[in-house]
Every structure is written in C-alpha cells, then in structure tokens.
C-alpha cells in the first residue's frame, strides 16, 4: 500500500492510496491531477472517497466517476456525487484492506473521516477535522462536536497517522508557538515545516505540538485564560478559547 499527496488548487492534497494497479482518491478538489497521476503511474481509479460537501474536497468527484464509470464515489447523503452513501460505522474493502467511516463533525455538521487498518498500522484521512497544529475552522457544524471528534481521534493508538487535506501546517505552527513560546517540539516543527509536504503526521507528534490537543496542559489553559480574559472552566472552554483566537491570529 503505497498513499501519495497530490498538490492540487493552492494549498490541497488529494490523496492517492495505491494497492496494486489499482488507486483510491480522497477529497478530490479537480479532476485534473488525479487523471495525471492515474496515467503516469498506469494506474485505475477503484474508489473515491469524500469527507465533506465543500467545492475544495468534492469539485472532482463527478468528473471523476463520468471517466471511471465502475468507480464508486464514497460520502455522505451531502455529497451529491456520491454513488454508495455512507455513515457513521460504514465498512467497506479496499484490496483486502478493512476501511470504517467515523463521523468527524464540527467542521461541517456531517464531516466524516475514513479510517484505513493496515498491516503497519491505522491511517486516517481527516479532511479538515484536524491538521498537523490545528483544526478546521466551524461553519455548519458546532464548536462542540469539533472538540468531541477531537477526543475521539486522541483516543487512537499514538503511532496512527493523519492524513488532512490542505498544507496549514506553518501558519498553525505559527500559532501554536503564540499559545507555547517555550514549547521546543514546536520550534523543531517549525524549522522541519519549511519543506513540504509536512503531512502525514502521527498522533504522537500531534500531541506534543497542536494546541487543540493540549487544552488539558496547564500552560495552555493559562495562556488561553491571559489572552481572552477569563477563566476557562474545562477543556471544551479552552478549545473553543484557542479556536476564536486563532480565527483572529493576524
């Protein structure tokens, strides 16, 4: 299984999972560069799968399927391109490998991630639920199923991997090291962002430098408190707290 970040528009990645002579794409923004890679690798598109209904994640999905007619687009009931519906608990196979769709709002209020278990073991592909340093921002979902779908992906095994779908990673660095100055993973990040692609990244390295991950650290709730002028009570207040100072970081 081999999974590779296609650049697409100005800062996505439409993932390609290749097992075989056979791919899989994620979050398609445009047809254009999933056909390209397709072609220069020899490959046959089997699947796509789509985590929300924003253009920038689902414009190639019908494109797609019009060029690959027995490829099955994979989303939710918001995806109008989608020809197999899928919801929270969905299975299905890829080669001969089990994926299971989690809901992942908060976000979009249906956004949903595709958790992939192979032998090395658990991809996920997030969308815009979590990026390396940060999450996505709120538009039709809430601050609070955001954090609840980020207490879920912590639960995961340290070593699983995150697959989002835009390179943010140096901007949300950037903020990060506003709520930590004194955080040394995240200075260390900071200089290693300055090549892309920054992404996949394990949950391990997420835990050490994405604020949204930490609001249970002292030092975080703190700084949170300082910048917005009160008290944060738990990590939900904290959460939404780092979210509203990130929407109005420069």
Not at 217 to 230: S, T, Y
């Amino acid at each position: 299984m081999k999974i590779t970040p296609v650049k697409a528009l100005t800062d996505n990645y439409i993932w390609m999972i290749q097992h075989g002579n056979r791919a899989v794409c994620v979050d398609p923004s445009e047809p254009a560069p999933v056909l390209e890679f397709l072609v220069r690798n020899r490959l046959m598109l089997a699947q796509t799968w789509v985590t929300h209904p924003h253009p920038d994640h689902e414009g190639g999905a019908a494109a797609l399927w019009r060029a690959y007619m027995e490829s099955p687009v994979y989303g939710e009931t918001d995806i109008e391109a989608a020809t197999h519906t899928v919801t929270a608990g969905t299975q299905f196979t890829f080669g001969d490998v089990q994926v299971t769709v989690w809901a992942t709002p908060g976000h979009t209020g249906r956004h949903i991630s595709y958790l992939m278990e192979t032998s090395d073991g658990i991809h996920v592909f997030c969308g815009d639920t979590l990026f390396s340093a940060g999450c996505g921002r709120v538009f039709t979902g809430t601050i609070e199923q955001l954090y609840d779908s980020f207490q879920r992906f912590n639960q995961l095994p340290e070593g699983t991997l995150f697959y989002p779908a835009h390179e943010y990673t140096a901007a949300n660095l950037h903020f990060a090291a506003h709520i930590e100055p004194d955080n040394a993973d995240i200075q260390a990040a900071l200089k290693a962002a300055e090549h892309t692609p920054t992404l996949p990244v394990t949950l391990a390295h997420e835990r050490r430098v994405n604020p949204f991950l930490r609001t249970e650290i002292p030092a975080v709730r703190q700084r949170a408190e300082a910048l917005v002028g009160k008290t944060l009570n738990n990590g939900l207040a904290v959460f939404a707290a780092l979210r509203g100072l990130k929407n109005a970081y420069r």
